[in-house]
């Protein structure tokens, strides 16, 4: 699987960004796509989740009800969109995909970056 993130840029706080991830590839092998990001001298972290088996979404508790995961399956492609934006956001977003939503993740992209200025 094949993972290709875009979307990222600068934004002032408040502002809104919509990240998408494109996956090719051996598609059907993953029933999960998730975004993850990593701040400068942070450890990476979990932002969001599908499971394309019914559309359960799951999200960190720092992003809930600001973040939305979305995705259509057809197209191979899921979106972050990222609404009230805080300097706190500012990181490389990555996507990645799993047979599962939970677990080590076994496919990624190579990241975009978000940054919030406040």
């Known amino acids: 699987v094949q993972l290709q993130a875009s979307g990222g840029g600068l934004v002032q706080a408040g502002g809104s960004l919509r990240l998408a991830c494109a996956a090719s590839?051996?598609?059907?092998?993953?029933?999960?796509v998730g975004w993850f990001r990593q701040a400068p001298g942070k450890e990476r972290e979990f932002v969001a989740a599908i499971d394309w088996n019914g559309g359960t979404t799951y999200y960190a508790d720092s992003v809930k009800g600001r973040f939305s995961i979305s995705g259509d399956n057809s197209k191979n492609t899921v979106w972050l969109q990222m609404n009230s934006l805080k300097a706190e956001d500012t990181a490389v977003y990555y996507c990645a995909a799993n047979r599962n939503v939970l677990g080590v993740y076994a496919y990624w992209g190579q990241g975009t970056q978000v940054t919030v200025s406040s």
């Open positions: 590839g051996r598609t059907f092998s993953s029933n999960a």
